[in-house]
Nanobody
Framework: VQLQASGGGLVQAGGSRRLSCAAS????????MGWFRQAPGKEREFVAA???????YHADSVKGRFTISRDNAKNSVYLQMNSLKPEDTGVYYC?????????????????????WGKGTLVTVSS
């Protein structure tokens, strides 16, 4: 099972960036998938998640600026990032788990996800 994130790079504050994550090794259409990020010297933090049915949940820090989406036919998940701020700088990780959150619950802890990609660095300059 592999998750490969891409799309990171250097972007100016106020700009946009789209991250992609391609999953391989099995079909992820029933998995919950998400994005986390880790800034230098800080712990990994939840960014957004999406269930198999398309329901989404975003951290308050990115709500209204970032949008998570998925394409089950392509086994892929995306993160559209708009109005980027310097504090959005970090390594962004794609993640997935086979256990579907029940009802309105969401997995927002890193330990709740089994599968992780290597991450892609996003640097937002001021």
């Amino acid at each position: 099972v592999q998750l490969q994130a891409s799309g990171g790079g250097l972007v100016q504050a106020g700009g946009s960036r789209r991250l992609s994550c391609a999953a391989s090794g099995r079909t992820f259409s029933n998995y919950v998938m998400g994005w986390f990020r880790q800034a230098p010297g800080k712990e990994r933090e939840f960014v957004a998640a999406i269930k198999y049915n398309g329901d989404t949940y975003h951290a308050d820090s990115v709500k209204g600026r970032f949008t998570i989406s998925r394409d089950n036919a392509k086994n892929s998940v995306y993160l559209q990032m708009n109005s980027l701020k310097p504090e959005d700088t970090g390594v962004y990780y794609c993640t997935a788990d086979a256990r579907a959150p029940i009802g309105t619950t969401w997995y927002i802890g890193a330990s709740q996800y089994n599968y992780w990609g290597k991450g892609t660095l996003v640097t937002v300059s001021s």
